[in-house]
């Protein structure tokens, strides 16, 4: 399970991005509330300091239960940026947010001036907070704030490879969840928010949606556009991960391992080149690629078995933490600095770690409940503790860079209610109107995945693969071949007639 940088692309204990933290930002209102053209929705201006101007912010209420669409209802925050030249407008663009997790109404602050710039008017452009995200109706479970900080979140083996503290922590939260949840998050499933987009067609007086998908946000388009195939125009799904119907979160989860592997090799590489040395920031961490390989994972076994106290009073630099730290900062190469900085003050006895704010503090209560909702509402996980053991330590052995992580307990084991539905699966019955584009090397949803997803599409969709790493690539991480692909799409509709590669 964003993906727009900030700490946060997405949700994440699924790596799909830390879109949550993200998901816990509002957009304030000012100005005049009114009805309009946009199907009964009240807009407000709600425009931020570097984001699009014209941007309005509304509510629309939703089933809480589709199956009782009379019965009590939930709000979703929705947002829009109303295309600027009337005349070329051909209809509505959806940005739909990565996570679980991810707000959509921050994501349409941040990107919307780009997206704006590339469309030309040619589009509204539109997003929301899926249920349980930002300004829409939450829930709480109520969590311990040791138990809601990213590193915790993710399943980090002790350091012998013990799972021991991660099944105790996984059965409390989900205790926590039972007790405090209610109906509300219950409610918290990927089919849900694909229904509440719907809705959100219909309340915009739209025949027909296109869209920009981004990380977990591509499944949940993948999804609509098998549920609704004819009302998809134009659509993109950018970084991608496998849609297996049978496993969903699990797969993305466990994929993670392998991904790593796929994307290290990158800031090795930079992290070993010599130009480093010819900078002078001490940011060349190795001779060659190997030595930063072999460093990174010796560092986190000390760490695991010494924590270095960090800037932040009672959060120690852990193992775990700095793999987190890797597994955020590796979305893109911006932050390879950043990184070797961390991996410099952990070797440097006289020096102290800053943490950054996404390891620093505890993740909202709010935030955390969706996160682990929809992963664990969305399809049923073993409950066999020995068995989560015995796969993370084979996990550990052959990917040591997560050290088993991505195989370890959740919550979900001991998740105390049934998925209420099947996951969809996702077939090349419909349009062909899907345009997929994907980093060779995503850190996040791997390559190996999105193939899955385009195997899934058929002859639905063309991939552009773009040669470099990263997670996130249209306006983002990619590259002007990569844009320019995506662009003339949503644009013009005119689509690569077979699949296609972007050199970086």
């Known amino acids: 399970m964003t993906t727009y940088r900030k700490i946060s692309q997405t949700g994440l204990l699924l790596a799909l991005s830390a879109a949550a933290v993200a998901g ?31 941007q309005e912010c509304g509510e629309l209420e939703v089933p809480l239960d589709y199956r009782k669409p009379g019965g009590k209802q939930v709000t979703l925050a929705v947002s829009r940026v109303r295309s600027e030249r009337p005349e070329a407008r051909r209809g509505v663009l959806l940005m739909i947010p990565g996570g679980p997790g991810g707000s959509g109404v921050q994501a349409l602050a941040r990107k919307g001036k780009a997206l704006q710039a590339e469309m030309d008017g040619a ?52 205790e926590a969840c039972e007790e405090n949840g209610g109906a509300v998050l219950r409610s918290f499933t990927s089919a849900n928010e694909v229904r509440d987009i719907e809705r959100f067609r219909q309340a915009l007086g739209e025949e027909k949606l296109s869209a920009w998908g981004s990380s977990y946000g591509t499944y949940i388009g993948a999804v609509y556009a ?36 796929d994307r290290f090799p990158d800031f090795a590489a930079w992290a070993a080149d010599p130009a480093r040395d010819a900078e002078g920031d001490g940011l060349r961490l190795g001779e060659h690629a190997h030595d930063v390989r072999e460093l990174y994972l010796e560092l986190a076994a000390r760490l695991d ?27 893109s190469d911006a932050s390879f600095p950043q990184l070797a900085r961390l991996v410099r003050a952990a070797q440097d006895p006289a020096a102290t770690p800053v943490l950054s704010p996404d390891l620093a503090q505890p993740l909202r209560d709010e935030d955390v409940t969706v996160m682990v909702a929809v992963i664990c509402n969305d399809v049923r ?17 052959r990917y040591p860079l997560t050290a088993g992580m991505p195989q370890n307990v959740l919550p979900c084991a001991f998740w105390k209610s049934d998925p209420v539905e099947k996951p969809t699966r996702i077939t090349d019955e419909g349009p062909s109107n899907v345009l997929m584009i994907q980093s060779l090397r995503d850190p996040s949803t791997p390559y190996f995945g999105a193939l899955k997803m385009r195997e899934a599409l058929g002859d639905r969709a063309r991939l552009v693969s773009v040669d470099q790493g990263g997670h996130g690539m249209y306006l983002g991480n990619g590259n002007a071949c990569g844009n320019s692909k995506v662009t003339t799409f949503l644009k013009t509709g005119e689509r690569p007639e077979r699949d296609v590669y972007c050199a970086s």
């Open 305 to 331: 078995r010494e924590p270095k106290e960090s800037t932040t009073e009672g959060n120690p630099l852990t193992g775990g933490m700095l793999r987190q730290a890797f597994l955020n900062g590796l979305y």
């Open 24 to 54: 816990s930002l509002t957009v304030g209102g000012t100005g005049v509330a009114r009805a309009d053209e946009g199907g009964g929705v009240a807009w407000r201006a709600c425009a931020q300091a570097g984001g699009p101007e014209g």
């Open 226 to 261: 098998q549920k609704y195939p004819n009302r998809t125009d134009r659509w993109v799904l950018d970084s991608s991960g496998d849609p297996d119907h049978t496993r969903v979160e699990q797969g993305w989860m466990a994929n993670t391992s392998r991904a790593m592997e």
């Open 381 to 397: 996980w073993s409950t066999s503790v020995s068995g989560y053991a015995r796969a993370t330590k084979a996990d550990r052995a």
């Open 123 to 174: 589009y509204d452009i539109v997003s929301f907070d899926p249920r349980g995200v930002g300004g829409s109706t939450t829930a709480s479970c109520g969590l311990d704030a040791d138990d809601r900080y990213m590193a915790s979140l993710r399943s980090w083996p002790g350091a012998d490879g013990g799972i021991g503290a991660n099944v105790d922590r996984s059965r409390r939260m989900a």
